[in-house]
């Protein structure tokens, strides 16, 4: 069985890798959208605004989900020095997804608190800060979404990024909505529920991210990739007899990895059916990494596996 294993190999350069490619974009976003932070909470204090000041907060979670981003490409590039990250350290990317959720949720619940414990006070509220700061703040994060958008259809990180300022997008949009809404009626009520509406928006946006980390990090399939259409398409291969052991999970966004075992027939080419199920694997279901154990029909070790 010397033939019997092989790797497909293509997931180690960086320049293959979703977030890599993407940093640019990144570093861009951070840049544009870390130097209007400071001009929207100068601007939400001055004006009193709870909508404007829970944007500058939710903007200031932009700033660091950006830069941990920035920071988990960086990580990913890098070589393993020690010879024990066996995968590299792609998964650093997952993790700053991670992080970003958290912050999106701490940002939330910090606007909630804050404009719960607003009703029945009387504030005071300027609205023409509001209106220019909001209008500005709306700007700045059209052109960050444009950046983004091409990089998180690619990478979970760029993705958690860019829902982040899609948040902020309609966090702005709402700082607006309540500006004109304070101006026309006098009634500062409007500006906290336009608060409480975008730490809502955020929550939602958060647990949809949130739900696939955990996929990531709990090894799940990837996402349209199904494990019984894969096995019945590599036991369909000429010389195969049987498929076990097939898993599949994503080390990161990109980078779908696969191992199975492969039963061959009685006088199958085990070379062949190594070629065949390694060209199906990357050209219909973009793995290019697979480790395939190619088995002859009489052996037995597998059944001694216990889990």
């Not at 509406?197 to 996402?223: E, K, S, T």
């Amino acid at each position: 069985m010397g033939a019997g294993h092989g790797h497909g190999h293509g997931a180690a350069p960086i320049a293959g890798h979703a977030g890599g490619r993407h940093r640019w974009r990144l570093a861009a976003s951070f840049g544009l959208i870390g130097s209007f932070f400071v001009v929207e909470l100068v601007y939400g204090l001055i004006s009193g605004s709870l909508a404007l000041l829970s944007d500058a907060g939710h903007m200031a979670a932009d700033v660091v989900t950006l830069a941990a981003a920035l920071v988990a490409t960086k990580i990913a590039a890098r070589p393993d020095g020690t010879g024990r990250r066996t995968y590299g350290s792609y998964r650093a990317e997952v993790f700053a997804s991670g992080f970003a959720v958290l912050v999106m949720l701490g940002t939330a619940v910090y606007i909630m608190i804050e404009a719960l414990s607003r009703i029945g006070t009387d504030a005071e509220v300027s609205t023409a800060p509001m209106l220019i700061v909001g209008a500005l703040g709306l700007a700045v994060n059209l052109v960050a979404l444009g950046l983004l958008r091409a990089g998180a259809a690619e990478s979970l990180n760029v993705k958690g990024a860019y829902l982040e300022v899609l948040a902020d997008t309609a966090g702005s949009v709402g700082v607006i909505a309540a500006g004109i809404l304070v101006a026309a009626t006098g009634q500062v009520l409007f500006d906290t529920l336009v608060a409480l509406a975008i730490a809502v928006f955020v929550v939602v946006r958060a647990l949809a991210l949130g739900r696939q980390v955990l996929a990531v990090l709990g090894q799940h399939a990837p996402a349209g990739l199904d494990v019984d259409t894969v096995t019945g398409e590599l036991a369909a291969i000429e010389g195969v007899q049987d498929v076990h052991d097939l898993h599949l999970w994503a080390l990161t966004s990109g980078m779908n990895v696969a191992t199975a075992h492969l039963v061959t027939a009685e006088g199958a080419d085990a070379h062949a059916v190594l070629d065949r199920a390694r060209d199906l694997l990357r050209d219909r279901h973009g793995i290019a990494h697979a480790t395939l154990q190619v088995e002859p029909s009489d052996h037995a070790g597998c059944d001694e596996v216990g889990w």
